[in-house]
């Protein structure tokens, strides 16, 4: 095999602390966490891309966190990849989305790749260079139609084809890009960002999210070493993790704006929001209407942290032991917390709204960027198609599909 191709430009890698355990890496995204919630009302506000915020964030290390042992990463549980995705994500949601196809990837790799795939790629990750992504296309019959073709090329391959919702690709080191062969079968290609043919366009217009640079990848004649090319279809022919943790992830991206828009809610109403004249009180927080809505969501964020947490460990369990029973029960588990970090990150971001009142829409709170990025997000997968999953397994005894995007 020959060896793997490194980028030549792009983005320039931070050097990247080792992260050693799951305490350590929940400490490092809170400092970090802290460190971007301040301007992300306003990144959202001018769309201004978070080139800078993200080197910082490479540089903390927790990009590499998902990283076996063996290869020196910390290995961290499902949860506490989740629960580090759910801090970040409360700071800026468009930050916190952003890693979700780099952990996918780097789950496919370990469930896949060659022992010097893993090697390789694993380092790339420990030294803080981050993995975009080329898998969905726009046109297609379903989100699991793909067009864009691999063919042999002498000792490597040459792919062409055109991507949408490429989220992170702006800001990658490396675009990993899924294509079919001629028999039909999918492959990743992980392309150097700066790879001849292949380019990202800015044109991510989503009223949401609105700085994850989910736009356009340009596939012309890109060339790839055959070291560079994974199995991906084989990751959902047989009971594997890689798709139940790569929607845990997306579960708590939402648990994360959730989160935000409770604590701005919160805020609102002790300090600025003034009580209903019907309601005779003297603080809008003393209002009885207000006090019983926000018990709602406080159960209701409480219910979805539990449904997350419990899918993290559904998760490890089929890590740790990836069969047909294990995968099922984590699909399942993590479908439940999907539909629950979906119902009260839209909720929370829209009764923000209702108890603020009407100086709540004023531009200059920002308050309507926590229901555009619910909104936005929570579109990735039908929540709907959950629910019957979830009732069909629990009734019927049938197994949720192994596609990814349950």
Known sequence: MNAIVQPSSGPAPAVARRIA???QALDVAREYAARIAEGAAQRDRTRRLPYDELDAYSAT????????REFGGAAVSATTLAEVTAIVSAADPAIGQIPQNHFYMLEVLRVNGTREQQRFYFERALAGERFGNALSERGTKTVRDYRTTIEPDGPGFRLNGQKFYSTGALFAHWIPIVAKD??????????????PGLSVDDDWSGFGQRTTGSGSTRIDNVYVD?????????????????GPLGQLIHAAVDLGIARAAFADARRFVRERARPWVDAHVERASDDPLTLEIFGKLAVELDAAEALTERAGLRVDASIDDPNERTVAAASIAV??????TTEIALAA??????????????????LDRHWRN????TLHDPVRWKYIAIADYLVNDTLPPRHGAL
């Open 21 to 23: 355990d799951d305490r």
């Open 61 to 68: 290390g927790l990009w590499g966190i998902a990283v076996p």
């Open 182 to 195: 001629r028999n039909g079968v999918l492959y990743v290609a992980f392309a150097p960002a700066s790879a």
């Open 226 to 242: 055959a070291s560079a090319v994974v199995p991906y279809g084989a990751a959902f022919d047989k009971p594997t993790p890689v």
């Open 335 to 340: 479908a439940k917390a999907r539909a629950a």
């Open 349 to 366: 971001s829209s009764r923000l709204l209702e108890l603020a009142g009407t100086s709540g829409v004023l531009a200059e709170h920002a």
């Open 374 to 377: 619910a909104r936005t997000h």
